[in-house]
């Protein structure tokens, strides 16, 4: 893992946000690219009332204007001051050039987060952000929407409160799919760094898939020793959320919308769950 993505506002939440990606990145020894997306000057478009977590609008009507392009400018260059004072704090020189030797770098981009996020996510690592507050966060859902459905990519999504630690005791919810295969593997310069690695399944295993004693198997190659915890499967969202705490996690590791998205829109599933309702730093991958 080398390039780590962080969309830039100045913002609290995007404080915690920096101070977890630079965190990581120096566990991992990877870059952090911090990056503020404002809108054109000339465009007036509003936000939609209906932006969902599981689908995206309109691009062109899904992204705030700004009134004044001063004020623009001035939110552009008080993010910059964040990521600046973060990249310090870690010990992060800031870099014009890509090198071999971690670093990081400051970018502006003007367009939708839709568009830039599908432009930067898929030449990124992993991307950091923030879960919306459940009094609001527009904007926030509209990132995050954009990192986990237009990147392709690992996205990290946070609570809006500072987590003292994250990734040293990793949970896995596995549920014999595709996605969280896919999401195992991508985590895992965090899993094989882990003190502890738990896999949770809830309900019987019954689907055309891996089993989690196929997955502590794969495991071991990596030298990752990992202890299985399994739940009822009657309500998995709280069963999930429950091993979590009991296994004194830091992190959740799972595929993203490994049902259809619609399905999970109208009838609720964990990935909407955890995104919505559960206050703990979540690894996703939705491919």
Same mark, same amino acid.
């Given at each position: ?23 990581? @990145? ?7 690219? @911090? ?173 055309? @898939? ?78």
């Amino acid at each position: 893992m080398r390039v780590i993505f962080v969309p830039v506002a100045d913002r609290p939440e995007c404080a915690s946000a920096l101070d977890t990606a630079f965190t990581l @990145g120096r566990v991992v020894g990877a870059h952090i690219i @911090g990056c503020h997306i404002r809108p054109h000057s000339d465009s007036r478009v509003a936000l939609p009332s209906n932006l969902s977590l599981s689908g995206l609008t309109n691009e062109d009507a899904e992204w705030q204007a700004v009134s004044n392009p001063r004020d623009a400018e001035k939110r552009g260059a008080a993010a910059k001051v964040l990521f600046s004072q973060f990249a310090e704090h870690h010990g992060y020189g800031l870099l014009r050039n890509p090198r071999a030797k971690p670093g990081a770098v400051w970018m502006e981009k003007v367009g939708s987060p839709t568009k830039v996020i599908g432009i930067m996510g898929p030449v990124a690592d992993l991307l950091v952000v923030s879960r919306p507050s459940t009094k609001g966060g527009t904007l926030a859902r509209l990132f995050l929407s954009a990192s986990l459905l237009r990147s392709s990519r690992p996205v990290l999504v946070l609570p809006q409160t500072k987590r003292r630690t994250v990734g040293k005791r990793i949970c896995i919810a596995w549920d014999q799919s595709v996605e969280a295969a896919q999401a195992v593997a991508t985590a895992m310069p965090f899993l094989t760094r882990a003190d502890h690695v738990s896999i949770v399944t809830c309900g019987a295993e019954t689907r055309a @898939g891996p089993k989690s004693g196929q997955l502590t198997t794969y495991l071991k190659y990596w030298g990752i020793q990992s202890e299985h915890v399994s739940t009822q499967g009657k309500d998995e969202p709280e069963e999930m959320v429950a091993a979590y705490k009991s296994t004194a996690s830091d992190l959740l590791v799972m595929g993203a919308y490994s049902r259809n998205r619609m399905s999970q829109l109208v009838f609720g599933g964990v990935t909407e769950y955890m995104l919505k309702r559960a206050a703990i730093p979540v690894f996703m991958l939705h491919t």
